[in-house]
């Protein structure tokens, strides 16, 4: 019954439209002398207030509720989202702190992101980490940092922003989001990952720069029986907005895991962009069908890269069995084939739903993710050819800072930029009830979502953090981003000792993993083992 009447008079407006019969039917009580005239006044006040909720563009929310959406922006003063309101301190994550999302909203809005009275921050706390600074800080004449992807192979390389927006799929996202994030990438000169949902039209309407990922379900390059299909990839990646193209083997909020979208979900728009039937279950398997062992994971990848006339090609995944990320550095060495980039995903990333364990129990962190993946390329002379980008809780230029002290070239931040489209955290993503009309498909919560407006949102966020990373560089005494080093972040081990990230996280050095000699860890347990002809471990050896 609530559905019926939701499809007619959507039952987020039932306060507005109560309000508006109140007032009418005062009003003719006043004239007849039966009702207050500062009652009547009261519920005037109340109808213009719905009115201008419907009609201004700056406020999801106050867009989609009416009236009530204002006591959100009451309550904010205690705390911000609707569920959060008395239970939540300002550094508590659940994903995100309130701290952190306040940080966005600020900056995306264009407001002063200024804290006064020190950090709130416990500095003492053990795992606390910091940028050291320099008494001789450095002047940087731009914070449009850029990396230069392309190796040998690539003949279309591209220069990507330090700073770009995550892999996000249309149907996980509204068509109002997509378009208001390739809008404000195309202002701001900066990416936009497809996701593995491929390109949609909303992707193409404002011709901002694209990374095409391709996940396992080949959608928008597919034959029916789900296989890849290289005439209609070459048709999509040879499209001018297409500036990287990358293979997804796995994500870090459900990694090994594929994906079903139930027929009904399956809308025209959505069957066009991913090229599978209107009404039927569309299947993301969790293995590709292109590839079996890490050998022929590169050689699809220098397939893409001839059928895309050169364009830069690299793959996407979250570490899990090392030796697995063993063998494709093997093959690499094998075959004389390497991927232009490779985008290490921690496993604390975000997605629109996922089975809780996977969520919490699978997938090795960003840190130490990106860190073996660095190690490892370092120690086969590859590292300088190849470029690494990072994606994990990334939103702040701090949060920059220290992944590039890992080791990426650039960072991506998905759940960052949803926040800068005015995502509140209400973690209803998978129910199509978004109150800000950012993850829904409901045509009549998504237009609530202005696209100009949130556009600009994304294009100052995107502005301000790299600012703020500029800011930041200045204060080291360093040039580039590329500078930095785990020399330059600190951490608190315990009460009365700190540590830099380098005496922490030992790095290979160039090339030891060519003639090794004596290796520690991960590379002692499983390196000598690993094979570029397959992703198991050798059978005969124990797992250490």
């Not at 949060?399 to 002290?405: G, K, L």
């Not at 005015?422 to 978004?434: D, F, L, Y």
């Not at 360093?478 to 922490?504: G, T």
Request: proline fraction near 5%; include cysteine; glycine fraction near 10%.
């Amino acid at each position: 019954m609530l559905n019926w009447i939701d499809q007619r008079i959507p039952v987020r407006y039932i306060a507005f439209f109560t309000v508006v019969a109140l007032w009418v039917v005062s009003g003719l009580q006043l004239v007849v002398g039966q009702a207050s005239l500062l009652w009547v006044l009261f519920l005037t006040g109340l109808v213009v207030v719905g009115v201008h909720d419907l009609q201004q563009t700056k406020h999801a929310i106050l867009r989609n509720y009416p009236i009530i959406g204002h006591i959100r922006f009451l309550l904010e003063f205690v705390r911000p989202e609707l569920r959060q309101y008395f239970i939540e301190g300002d550094g508590d994550a659940v994903p995100f702190s309130r701290s952190q999302r306040s940080l966005v909203y600020a900056r995306a809005k264009g407001e002063s992101d200024k804290r006064p009275f020190g950090t709130q921050m416990d500095v003492q706390a053990i795992g606390y980490e910091w940028l050291t600074h320099s008494i001789s800080p450095s002047v940087i004449a731009s914070h449009n940092f850029r990396v230069h992807v392309g190796g040998d192979k690539c003949t279309q390389p591209y220069d990507i922003s330090l700073f770009n927006i995550s892999a996000m799929s249309f149907g996980a996202l509204s068509a109002n989001a997509i378009m208001a994030l390739n809008l404000g990438a195309k202002k701001g000169g900066f990416v936009h990952d497809t996701g593995e949902g491929s390109i949609s039209r909303y992707h193409r309407e404002h011709g901002g720069h694209l990374i095409w990922e391709i996940g396992s379900g080949y959608f928008g390059c597919r034959n029916d029986d789900g296989t890849f299909n290289p005439e209609r990839f070459k048709k999509n990646a040879l499209s001018s907005q297409v500036k990287m193209i990358e293979i997804k083997l796995s994500q870090g909020a459900k990694p090994g895991h594929g994906g079903v979208l139930p027929g009904p979900k399956v809308s025209p728009e959505i069957a066009e962009a991913r090229g599978v039937p209107v009404g039927v279950d569309c299947v993301s398997p969790a293995a590709h069908s292109s590839f079996s062992t890490p050998t022929e994971l590169l050689q699809f990848v220098q397939t893409l890269r001839e059928l895309s006339e050169g364009k830069p090609v690299g793959f996407k995944l979250c570490i899990g069995h090392p030796w697995e990320w063993f063998g494709i550095a093997k093959a690499m060495i094998k075959t004389g084939i390497t991927p232009d980039f490779i985008v290490v995903d921690g496993s604390e990333g975000g997605t629109g739903a996922a089975p809780v364990e996977l969520t919490d129990h699978m997938g090795m962190p960003m840190l130490e993710g990106l860190r073996l993946v660095h190690n490892t390329l370092v120690g086969l002379n590859l590292r300088k050819q190849i470029r690494l980008g990072a994606s994990g809780k990334i939103i702040s230029g701090f949060d920059v800072m220290r992944t590039v002290a890992l080791g990426a070239d650039w960072c991506n931040s998905a759940r960052g930029f949803m926040f800068a489209l005015g995502c509140i955290q209400a973690q209803t993503c998978h129910t199509g009830n978004c109150p800000t009309g950012v993850t829904t498909q409901d045509p009549k919560r998504q237009v609530a979502l202005v696209v100009p407006t949130k556009a600009d949102r994304v294009l100052n966020f995107h502005r301000q953090t790299l600012e703020s990373v500029q800011e930041m560089l200045q204060a080291t005494g360093l040039k580039s981003p590329a500078d930095l080093s785990l020399q330059h972040i600190m951490r608190r081990v315990s009460e009365h000792e700190v540590q830099n990230l380098a005496a922490l996280m030992p790095s290979l050095k160039s090339g030891e993993l060519l003639n090794p000699t004596r290796l520690e860890g991960m590379f002692q347990a499983y390196w000598a083992e690993a094979s570029p002809d397959r992703f198991q471990l050798n059978a005969a050896s124990p797992i250490v």
